[in-house]
């Protein structure tokens, strides 16, 4: 018998050699899925019949939590789906979060997935073998100048550094400012490479230097290490 839970889990970046046993066995557990619609076509083949899925449409990340509330409260078993690891850039701070402003007794269990920066890494060769840090550009949350910042340091400390949301439609500027500063404190001749939707079909893998790497060559579906 199924009981009342939710549970938040990584899908991984959309292969699905790349999509862990355990995410499955929850999809294939839950009453209801429930994430952005594009997600969905990963995980369609471990639904059971029945099972409903709900899209909330991008950036409702807290409309999407709320109704995984409500839903779970009511007794079922609710799985909210992310890309990749749900606790990088996922939804699971935020869960965790509304649990705490709820005052909500529902159980939660977060399960890990392959991130986007991992499968790009792999496609790249080995270049998180040593220390490495992973920085959004995205200031939705967290406004630039604390974000200019963290880039700073990640440059001057030489860690090999993971670039999410590089762009988006009304956001372009920041990765040329990003490359702008890495040539400050690194060798123009530093690799550059960056994955275009890493793990699904229209994967796109490039290798380049720092001083010849081109902005205009990626887009939000691209992580730059």
Not at 22 to 31: H, L, M, R, T
Not at 166 to 176: A, C, F, I, N, V
């Amino acid at each position: 018998m199924k009981k009342a839970q939710l549970i938040v889990a990584g899908i991984g970046p959309g292969s699905p050699e790349d999509i862990t046993p355990a995410v499955i066995q929850a999809v294939k557990n839950s009453d209801v899925v429930i994430g952005y619609k594009y997600y969905f076509q990963f995980i369609e083949p471990y639904l059971e019949p029945g099972t409903e899925c709900i899209d909330t449409g991008m950036k409702r990340e807290k409309a999407r939590a709320e109704q995984a509330f409500e839903l779970a409260e009511q007794g079922k078993t609710v799985c909210v789906i992310s890309s990749g690891d749900a606790g990088i850039y996922g939804m699971a701070p935020l869960v965790y979060e509304m649990k705490r402003e709820r005052g909500s007794r529902v159980e939660i269990e977060v399960l890990p997935g392959i991130s986007a920066f991992q499968k790009a890494a792999s496609l790249l060769g080995a270049p998180i073998g040593h220390d490495f840090c992973v920085i959004s550009l995205s200031d939705l949350m967290t406004p630039w100048d604390r974000i200019e910042k963290r880039i700073h340091a990640a440059a001057t400390a030489d860690f090999v550094t993971a670039v999410y949301n590089p762009k988006s439609e009304g956001r372009y500027w920041q990765l040329y400012r990003l490359k702008e500063i890495f040539l400050k404190e690194r060798e123009a001749e530093t690799p550059v490479g960056f994955v275009r939707q890493a793990g699904r079909k229209e994967e796109t893998v490039t290798i380049t230097t720092l001083q010849e790497f081109d902005p205009e060559q990626v887009d939000m579906f691209t992580v730059v290490l």
